[in-house]
């Protein structure tokens, strides 16, 4: 039996299940689960710059996605802050490298 000890994603379980496998699964508290999340998170990062695959980026945001409803916030709410902080701040289109700032 292959040991993963990671987060997986809700339907996992009855896709190898579907496959004719056993497996064994538990529920993580909040903390588990929070410290999971980061993990994760990592792991689809790495993911994504080790393959550059775009599909990767989707699997990065379902992540960001657990943990800001984890954290108590809803993705309508994050949706606002994104906007709110793109609209002071800008966004990323025009490719800009600050390179120094005189003090």
């Known amino acids: 039996m292959v040991v993963y000890n990671k987060l997986i994603r809700d339907k996992i379980p009855e896709i190898i299940r ?3 496998k056993r497996f064994d699964i538990r ?3 909040d ?6 999340l980061d993990k994760k998170l990592q792991e689809e990062l ?7 695959d775009i ?3 989707a699997d990065l945001l379902e992540v960001v996605y657990a ?3 984890h954290r108590g ?3 309508d709410e994050f949706e606002t802050l994104r906007i709110s902080k793109r609209e ?3 966004g990323f289109e025009k490719k800009l490298l600050l390179l120094e700032v005189e003090d």
């Open 31 to 36: 903390n588990e689960y929070r410290d999971y």
């Open 46 to 52: 790495n993911e994504y710059y080790k393959d550059g």
């Open 88 to 90: 002071k701040r800008g």
């Open 27 to 29: 529920e993580l508290d």
């Open 18 to 20: 579907g496959a004719g």
């Open 67 to 69: 943990i800001v409803q």
């Open 55 to 57: 599909e990767e980026l």
């Open 73 to 75: 916030m809803s993705t």
